[in-house]
């Protein structure tokens, strides 16, 4: 009598043979399969999502930082401006009234001949400047 193991070989065909008649039909193995592979592909996502999230939020803090010194300028810059109108409409509206009647034709005769005394004004400086440079 052929042995295998310590049992004869028939035993070891039978308990196999039984073994293939309780294994599960071979759409619960690939059903099984699929359930694993899927749970992979979800932690994986989830570790490129996570990357992701980090990139973005050291994008955000690279432009915070870039951006600020940009905000402190243009404010800068605004705070000029709005001295600069606020000194300007004070010297248009003190300048003297002509001929003495107080219309509102001749104020703006006044502030037309201080805006083009300003104009000729800066077209001196101007010229100076690209000649001097």
């Known amino acids: 009598m052929d042995r295998v193991g310590p049992y004869p070989s028939w035993m070891s065909t039978m308990s196999f043979a039984l073994w293939l008649l309780q294994a599960d039909p071979?759409?619960?193995v690939l059903r099984d399969i699929t359930v694993i592979l899927a749970a992979a592909s979800m932690v994986l996502a989830?570790?490129?999502?996570?990357v992701v999230g980090w990139q973005l939020w050291r994008l955000g803090r690279e432009l915070r930082d870039e951006a600020h010194p940009l905000v402190g300028s243009v404010q800068e810059i605004a705070?000029?401006?709005?001295?600069?109108?606020?000194?300007?409409k004070g010297r248009v509206t003190s300048l003297p009234q002509l001929g003495g009647g107080g219309g509102a034709t001749e104020g703006s005769a006044t502030a037309s001949a201080g805006l083009g005394g300003t104009v000729r004004q800066l077209q001196r400086f101007y010229r100076g400047t690209r000649q001097d440079g």
């Open 26 to 28: 071979w759409y619960v």
């Open 46 to 50: 989830s570790l490129f999502l996570g």
């Open 79 to 88: 705070d000029t401006v709005r001295d600069t109108a606020t000194f300007v």
